[in-house]
């Protein structure tokens, strides 16, 4: 019950910020299940895809998509996804844990620094297409290293290049649901799955990324975000300090 709690909370997250949330996933499958660093990884990957599915096919039916963009990031993603896996197997469980941990509190920091900050300057040109490839690149060694949809820095940085926050959100999504796919079945050769953990939390988001919109359809979502954005970030952090010291 425990666990189907937990993703409810994730797939309301996720359906209210986007791909923002599927860190999570991460974090309670090894700070709170007590799962390993290295089976958390895949299975958090796979879990996380329902819920990101079903928050993009919502998102490209309200037109919240930028493809030129997410295409861009998701191009750059793909050699970081396929490096990242390749060489996770090879670091020491202590050395993966820390890996783990610090890329949760640098994501969770994004997080909140992003829910903070209101004056965004906004770049263009070169640098518009070289940060997005960047933070694609970025993304996709996060999903190779950690299990990790790359969800901070693609959010965050959908932001900076100036996208609303609906935008970013419906972005986010289409982008994190390819990598997550791609990073899921590349670890699938390299890893372990908790199947059954797994399942229930990924039950447990899909609820939870349904109900959640129609919650909240009334409410006024600029002032919710207000607080909703910090507040995921200190979860993530708090989920990756937690790996230190399990």
């Known amino acids: 019950m425990l666990v189907l709690i937990y993703g409810f909370l994730i797939g309301a997250f996720i359906s209210v910020m986007g791909g923002g949330g599927a860190p999570l996933y991460l974090g309670v499958l090894t700070s709170q299940i007590g799962i390993s660093t290295a089976v958390a990884a895949p299975t958090s990957l796979i879990v996380a895809i329902p819920a990101l599915l079903f928050g993009c096919a919502t998102q490209m039916r309200i037109h919240n998509v930028r ?3 997410g295409n861009r990031m998701i191009l750059a993603a793909l050699p970081g996804i396929f490096l990242g896996t390749g060489i996770s197997p090879f670091i020491p469980t202590k050395i993966y844990d820390w890996v783990v941990g610090t890329l949760l509190m640098v994501m969770g920091a994004i997080v909140v620094i992003r829910g903070l900050r209101h004056a965004k300057k906004v770049p263009t040109g070169r640098s518009r297409l070289g940060l997005a490839v960047g933070l694609g690149f970025l993304s996709g060694m996060m999903v190779g290293i950690g299990g990790l949809t790359g969800g901070g820095p693609t959010v965050a940085g959908l932001s900076i290049l ?6 970013a959100a419906g972005t986010s999504t289409y982008v994190l649901s390819v990598m997550a796919i791609v990073g899921a079945i590349s670890h699938l ?3 372990t799955i908790a199947w059954t953990a797994g399942i229930t ?13 129609l919650l909240l359809h009334k409410l006024d979502m600029v002032k919710l975000n207000k607080w909703l954005t910090p507040l995921m970030g200190l979860v993530i952090v708090y989920f990756g300090v937690n790996i230190f010291f399990k």
């Open 189 to 191: 050769f390299t890893g």
């Open 67 to 69: 493809f030129d963009l």
């Open 162 to 167: 100036g996208l609303s926050a609906m935008s």
């Open 201 to 213: 939390l990924m039950i447990g988001s899909v609820v939870g990324a349904v109900v959640t919109p």
